[in-house]
């Protein structure tokens, strides 16, 4: 069979590829489909040809494999949010163990690491302690409500069709949020189709409304609602604040952040306080942390702890230790270790993240953690205790490879290496290889029904 762009085909799709779309395989020829499962056979139209592979949007399901399972969200089969709703949780974690063990040895060319069963995630609903929801003027229609003719294509606020900035769904009903969070997302949509005032458009950049963002603690269970907008009309948001606070009594901080930049970003150039503080307080362990509205902060608070424990548990800190936290955010590896180790240095280049962790050492009464703001590879170079054990989180795209140099000259005794990217990580760990034994990698999911997954390796010095 010749695979053509634009035509449609029936595939039975065979495996779950890279990137957790399914793998159809017509006369070995790879097709790559989304939203499917080992065993189903599809109607899917190609809407990409290369070479050597294709992709193929979904269609329709000519015949449901055995695997698949009910989603729990009306929205499972159209939202970017989670597209792994129709695998069975068990069978998600052992397709996420096998991604971490192919990346290490298709992309790191590592073979032969002990890679243990990976640790879940409870609960598996309601588990995000963050959700940022777009606004749209012109909401997307699901299949169901554009046979009735009475739904309108008005005010949306949700989340997007996977792959597109302008195609919004309106979300009703979040199940990955914890449920208040779905109560508020509905009195904000009530007030903004209310208020005359238009959501912001991504093409034109008109418009006032652009996203929500909601914090939970989990700990507190309090609520931070984010209103972020195009302009400053504090009348407008103030209205809306103080209906909020009143319905709410868990809501403990209402921020707007203004910006009219163009990309889709919600941190605003100017940020206001509508309502109580400008930041919430959450638990991880026995310590407290702030988070503002613009702070990085792991957004699966129980899996995060299970995260840190198995830092510690690697790192088998004595007290004696200097420890340096590379990538540290807002402090909160480094606090973890504190009361193990002798002194925790951490770096991190965002200015607020470093203010924050400095703030969470001294609201903790910790006094032998240290901060530096700064990009790593211009920092550590000056850094001067040598460290016996580094802690290194960085970001999706992995270390920069000078840093890799950086961190293989100073060479500390122990490395725990903490990746939410397969990929980048065994690209790193192959670089640090010749220096470093793997001793092995303990996936974590913090990413229930995504195709996400959390890595922490443990390495030592040959
Ligand atoms: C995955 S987060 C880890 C944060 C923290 N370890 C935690 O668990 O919350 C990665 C952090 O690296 C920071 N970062 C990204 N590039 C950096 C660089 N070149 N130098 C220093 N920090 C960087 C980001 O701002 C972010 O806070």
């Known amino acids: 069979m010749t695979i053509k762009k634009r035509k449609a085909y029936e595939l039975e799709v065979i495996d779950l590829a890279f990137g957790g779309k399914g793998l159809a395989k017509p006369d070995g020829f790879p097709v790559f489909i989304d939203r499917c499962v080992p065993g189903d056979v599809v109607f899917a139209k190609i809407t990409k040809k290369k070479k050597s592979w294709a992709e193929g949007k979904l269609i329709k399901i000519l015949k449901e494999s055995s695997l698949r399972t009910q989603g729990k969200c009306q929205y499972c089969n159209f939202c970017g949010g989670c597209k792994w709703q129709q695998i069975e949780y068990d069978r998600q974690l052992a397709y996420k163990k096998r991604h971490v063990t192919e990346s290490m040895e298709h992309i790191g060319g590592i073979k032969d690491i002990r890679v243990n069963d990976v640790i879940g995630s409870d609960p598996i609903y309601e588990y995000r302690n963050k959700m940022e929801f777009s606004c749209s003027s012109k909401r997307w229609l699901l299949p169901a409500e554009l046979e009735n003719d009475e739904i309108k294509k008005g005010f949306g606020i949700g989340l997007h069709v996977p792959g597109t900035f302008d195609k919004v769904i309106d979300i009703k009903q979040c199940e990955i949020m914890p449920s208040l969070g779905n109560q508020i997302l509905d009195d904000v949509r009530n007030f903004i189709k209310k208020s005359d005032l238009p959501a912001y458009h991504l093409r034109s950049h008109e418009g006032f409304w652009r996203f929500l963002m909601l914090r939970h603690s989990v700990a507190f269970d309090t609520w931070m609602v984010n209103i972020i907008t195009k ?74 702890e299970k995260l840190y424990s198995k830092v510690s548990e690697y790192a088998a800190l004595t007290g004696k230790e200097v420890v340096m936290d590379l990538y540290s955010g807002t402090g909160t590896i480094p606090i973890w270790l504190s009361d193990q180790a002798k002194m925790v240095v951490g770096i991190e280049i965002v200015k607020s993240a470093v203010i924050d962790a400095k703030f969470n050492a001294g609201l903790n009464g910790i006094e032998n953690c240290e901060f530096f703001e700064g990009d790593i590879k211009d920092v550590l170079p000056k850094l001067k205790p040598k460290p016996d054990v580094m802690i290194i989180d960085p970001p999706r795209v992995g270390m920069h490879k000078d840093v890799v140099q950086q961190v293989l000259s100073i060479s500390p005794e122990k490395i725990v290496y903490v990746s939410c990217n397969p990929a980048t990580l065994a690209r790193d760990l192959e670089m640090l290889h010749p220096k470093y034994d793997i001793k092995e990698i303990q996936p974590l999911d913090m990413f229930p029904h995504t195709y996400h997954i959390e890595s922490v390796a443990l390495l030592l010095k040959k």
């Not at 809306?240 to 606070?245: F, P, Q, S």
């Not at 921020?255 to 889709?264: E, L, P, V």
């Not at 503080?277 to 608070?301: C, H, M, P, R, V």
Request: proline share 1%; charged share 25%; aromatic share 10%.
């Open 231 to 304: 302009e400053k009309k504090i009348n407008v948001v103030q209205q809306l604040a103080t209906e909020l606070a009143q319905n709410y009594p868990q809501i403990e901080s209402i921020m707007n952040n203004i910006t009219d930049a163009k990309s889709g970003v919600s941190t605003g150039k100017e940020e206001i306080t509508l309502y109580g503080k400008d930041y919430i307080k959450e638990k991880l362990g026995k310590f407290i942390f702030k988070i503002s509205a613009n702070s990085f902060f792991q957004t699966n608070t129980k899996s995060c």
